[in-house]
């Protein structure tokens, strides 16, 4: 598969990188159901399981489908460790793919106190499971910050990183999301939270431009320990050499034990 | 016992009663309000720690098991969103529309309780950034709660099983963080002479009726639970539910907040570090619901009081100490609890056999209620009840003190009575006529009546026709019991007895310690 197909089904099912988050409606991982996280981990010794499908309607290609499942588990305080995999029909007139295995670490620095944001990273590692293919490391900032009152927003600076480039491939390419959180039913309902997301993203390939995408989603909890989560997606603007997807639509269930 | 003894013993109380408060120098003083004094310099370093540090709570399959008893799991939900939004309205400066605004929002959530129990962060965001310590503290007591009462609520675990699990609930707690709450018993009237003590009740008195009605939820949801079955609980949160929703919840003519030995006596002896830490959560947010209602204070001083309160509750603050153990010089370190009763620390005026309760006045609570002999230590020995209604619950010797009792007081009551079986409590709830019901088959109970002095020899419950003849056997000698036939819940519920021989009010310093002239008591 090439790396442009795997970036762009990352970005379809677990977007940025494999982690997630704990499971409450207003704690927010990437993936579920948009690409940006806020700077909390799971908490220390929780287990945590995402499942996501999401649907593209690409411009120039046909209809795709992938799936991400994934594992997550509180290791250390304010840390949390991830295993994924993300399997995939379609898009390029294939059939199914398994994908690669998401490993991921995420780590919170600090939460929000006062004026001070909250402050977390993470580091992901894609390992292809076909031949052929390079890993990929995943690196990402995040900051999250108070708006007004219950409005948050959250800064993701990506990096991805290409250790062995094929020709006419970038070693690494950058992406930036600015996140919004706000819960929803305020004061009347406490289980939902609604997301928006703006999102920049460099193409794969030597010479490719920036894609702008925009996203709106909604997390709502509907157990004690259970998630289920909706989402869309489209671009906006491509730059020049990128496929642009005019809408995608994102669904999944988190629960935690 | 005989004749001679039991009259004996019968004065013996009455005098010692009436003496209580006979000698000058055991006549408790009120504890002056204390002076502003700030936080110790060293505090502990996670209060300055900035990260969250989450740590996730004991795994257990009874894990919010509390959902099989939907409307308390619903009751506490809304408290969690009625904590949270009164603390985010203090600090966004909607202090003023506390009592209005706020309380309206909080009473429509109280009146449609949400489904799922909401995070609280959430609720209260700039509450939780600008006092993240804070919210350390009172997240993870309230994980203590929460799973305690799961593991009552769950229907899969024994008795046994249930006690043990919450043992390892109160050490996975106190042992996991640096921030659990000191399950000593702390000198509440010290605590509450505070320089900003008593300010948001003064200020507030509709809204810290609420906290306090939420208080009294969190502490009677316990005995409710304890040792019942899930039907029984079912049907007993009927009644306290309705008391909670209807009366607790909007009464601002309370004297102090609920504690949890009075409102859950029997999970209290049983548990008294987890009923004291609980008390001590409690007075924590009573502290800072002062502190941030003292109009004295700026936001600085706030802050540091603030910082102080928790500190004052800490276990590490108080590591070393014991129960019963006494600085005379300072009553932060009075950890001196009721006699018979480790689950509660000294209330204002208190003696350890003394303690002023509203709307009973001076008590001795190693007393039985109704006829004051002396109660039992534990109820192994198939001797206590306690009687629920109107709000209060009162320990009592025997069950014909329990049933008169509760026939004394309008509305429904729930007694719960020790059987022979250690495990076995009998429930009986009863309708607004007095008539009273029992899920569990064909009770059976003794009643002889005769002296108060050895009540609980001659007025028990069992759980089976064969547990009575056996008792009956054992007793064989004792002339008080022969022929005594087995009594059916019906027709031990049309029966009252005579007023105690062995009663005796006990009398204290003052008539109401709490409506002392504000000159007068500081």
Same mark, same amino acid.
Request: aromatic share 10%.
């Given at each position: 598969m090439t790396r442009s197909l795997r970036i762009g089904l990352a970005a379809l099912t677990l977007a940025s990188g494999p982690l997630g988050l704990a499971v409450d409606h207003d704690n927010l991982g990437a993936g579920r159901p948009l690409r940006f996280d806020d700077a909390e981990s799971l908490s220390f010794r929780e287990m945590a399981v995402e499942f996501g499908v999401v649907g593209e309607f690409p411009r120039r290609r046909t209809f795709g489908l992938g799936a991400a499942l994934e594992f997550q588990y509180g290791v250390l305080p304010d840390s949390h460790l991830s295993i994924g995999v993300e399997p995939h029909w379609g898009g390029h007139g294939e059939s199914f793919e398994f994908g690669a295995i998401e490993l991921g670490f995420f780590h919170s620095f600090r939460q929000e106190i006062r004026n001070h944001p909250a402050v977390a990273a993470k580091v992901g590692l894609s390992q292809p499971t076909e031949r052929g293919e390079s890993t990929l490391l995943h690196l990402r900032g995040i900051v999250t910050k108070t708006g007004r009152q219950y409005d948050r927003w959250h800064l993701n600076l990506d990096a991805e990183i290409l250790?062995?480039?094929?020709?006419?491939?970038?070693?690494?390419?950058?992406?930036?999301?600015?996140?919004?959180?706000?819960?929803?039913?305020?004061?009347?309902?406490?289980?939902?939270?609604?997301?928006?997301?703006?999102?920049?993203?460099?193409?794969?390939?030597?010479?490719?431009?920036?894609?702008?995408?925009?996203?709106?989603?909604?997390?709502?909890?509907?157990?004690?320990?259970?998630?289920?989560?909706?989402?869309?997606?489209?671009?906006l603007a491509t730059g020049r050499g990128m496929d642009s997807v005019p809408f995608r639509f994102l669904a999944g269930y988190s629960t935690n034990f | 016992m005989n004749w001679t003894a039991t009259t004996c013993a019968a004065l013996a109380l009455v005098s010692a009663a009436g003496l209580a408060f006979s000698q000058e120098e055991e006549t408790p003083k009120p504890i002056p309000r204390q002076a502003l004094e700030p936080p110790p310099k060293e505090l502990p370093r996670w209060?300055?720690?900035?990260?969250?540090?989450?740590?996730?709570?004991?795994?257990?399959?009874?894990?919010?098991?509390?959902?099989?008893?939907?409307?308390?799991?619903?009751?506490?939900?809304?408290?969690?969103?009625?904590?949270?939004?009164?603390?985010?309205a203090i600090v966004t400066g909607g202090a003023e529309r506390l009592e209005t605004q706020t309380y309206a929002i909080v009473d429509r959530v109280l009146r449609h309780p949400p489904k799922l129990m909401p995070a609280e962060r959430s609720i209260s965001p700039t509450f939780g950034r600008k006092y993240a310590f804070l919210e350390k503290v009172f997240d993870?007591?309230?994980?203590?709660?929460?799973?305690?009462?799961?593991?009552?609520?769950?229907?899969?675990?024994?008795?046994?099983?249930?006690?043990?699990?919450?043992?390892?609930?109160?050490?996975?707690?106190?042992?996991?963080?640096?921030?659990?709450?000191?399950?000593?018993?702390?000198?509440?009237?010290?605590?509450?002479?505070?320089?900003?003590?008593?300010?948001?009740?003064?200020?507030?008195p509709k809204v810290n009726g609420l906290f306090w009605g939420y208080h009294w939820l969190q502490g009677a949801m316990y005995d409710m639970l304890?040792?019942?079955?899930?039907?029984?609980?079912?049907?007993?949160?009927?009644?306290?539910?309705?008391?909670?929703?209807?009366?607790?919840?909007?009464?601002?003519?309370?004297?102090?907040?609920?504690?949890?030995?009075?409102?859950?006596?029997?999970?209290?002896?049983?548990?008294?570090?987890?009923?004291?830490?609980?008390?001590?959560?409690?007075?924590?947010?009573?502290? &800072?619901?002062? =502190? @941030? %209602?003292?109009?004295?204070?700026? !936001?600085?001083?706030?802050? +540091?009081?603030?910082?102080? /309160? &928790?500190?004052? =509750? @800490? %276990?590490?603050?108080?590591?070393? !100490?014991?129960?019963?153990? +006494?600085?005379?010089?300072? /009553?932060?370190?009075?950890?001196?609890?009721?006699?018979?009763?480790?689950?509660?620390?000294?209330?204002k005026m208190s003696t350890p056999e003394l303690m002023y309760m509203q709307g009973f006045g001076w008590m001795n609570l190693t007393e039985c209620a109704h006829c004051s002999v002396r109660l039992p230590e534990d109820w192994s020995e198939g001797v206590g009840a306690t009687v629920s209604a109107q709000g209060w619950t009162m320990n009592v010797r025997c069950?014909?003190?329990?049933?008169?009792?509760?026939?004394?007081?309008?509305?429904?009551?729930?007694?719960?009575?020790?059987?022979?079986?250690?495990?076995?409590i009998l429930i009986l709830i009863s309708d607004e006529e007095g008539h009273w019901s029992s899920v569990r088959k064909d009770p059976v109970f003794l009643e002889v009546e005769?002296?108060?002095?050895?009540?609980?020899?001659?007025?028990?419950?069992?759980?089976?026709?064969?547990?009575?003849?056996?008792?009956?056997?054992?007793?064989?000698?004792?002339?008080?019991?022969?022929?005594?036939?087995?009594?059916?819940?019906?027709?031990?519920?049309?029966?009252?007895?005579?007023?105690?021989?062995?009663?005796?009010?006990?009398?204290?310093?003052?008539?109401?310690?709490?409506?002392?002239?504000?000159?007068?008591?500081?």
């Open positions: 250790p062995d480039p094929k020709p006419g491939e970038r070693r690494a390419r950058y992406g930036a999301i600015l996140g919004a959180s706000l819960p929803l039913g305020y004061p009347r309902s406490f289980d939902t939270t609604g997301l928006a997301e703006l999102a920049f993203q460099q193409g794969p390939l030597d010479g490719q431009g920036w894609t702008l995408s925009a996203g709106l989603g909604l997390r709502r909890q509907i157990t004690p320990r259970a998630v289920i989560d909706f989402g869309i997606q489209s671009d | 209060m300055r720690d900035p990260r969250l540090g989450e740590i996730y709570p004991r795994r257990g399959r009874y894990n919010f098991d509390v959902y099989r008893i939907e409307p308390l799991a619903r009751d506490l939900n809304a408290i969690a969103v009625g904590h949270s939004m009164v603390y985010e993870w007591t309230h994980v203590l709660h929460a799973q305690t009462v799961d593991v009552l609520a769950s229907p899969r675990m024994t008795h046994a099983e249930k006690d043990a699990e919450i043992e390892a609930l109160w050490n996975f707690y106190f042992d996991s963080v640096p921030y659990a709450i000191t399950p000593l018993p702390m000198n509440m009237e010290y605590l509450d002479a505070q320089s900003y003590s008593g300010a948001f009740r003064k200020r507030y304890y040792g019942a079955t899930p039907l029984e609980q079912r049907l007993q949160y009927e009644v306290v539910g309705e008391q909670y929703r209807t009366v607790e919840l909007y009464r601002t003519d309370r004297d102090f907040m609920p504690m949890f030995a009075d409102t859950s006596p029997q999970f209290a002896r049983r548990f008294p570090k987890i009923a004291n830490a609980f008390d001590n959560l409690h007075m924590l947010h009573d502290l &800072v619901n002062d =502190i @941030l %209602a003292d109009p004295t204070l700026g !936001e600085l001083e706030r802050d +540091r009081q603030i910082q102080r /309160a &928790v500190w004052m =509750i @800490l %276990a590490s603050t108080h590591a070393h !100490e014991s129960p019963m153990e +006494r600085d005379p010089h300072n /009553a932060l370190h009075d950890h001196r609890h009721f006699e018979g009763l480790p689950g509660m620390g000294m209330m069950v014909l003190c329990a049933r008169d009792m509760a026939a004394e007081t309008p509305g429904r009551a729930i007694l719960r009575i020790a059987t022979e079986d250690p495990t076995q005769g002296s108060h002095a050895d009540c609980s020899d001659w007025s028990r419950a069992f759980t089976s026709r064969a547990a009575f003849d056996a008792y009956l056997k054992a007793n064989a000698d004792n002339p008080d019991l022969k022929g005594a036939k087995p009594l059916t819940l019906e027709e031990w519920s049309e029966r009252e007895g005579k007023k105690p021989d062995t009663y005796a009010r006990p009398k204290g310093p003052v008539p109401n310690p709490y409506r002392i002239e504000e000159g007068e008591a500081r």
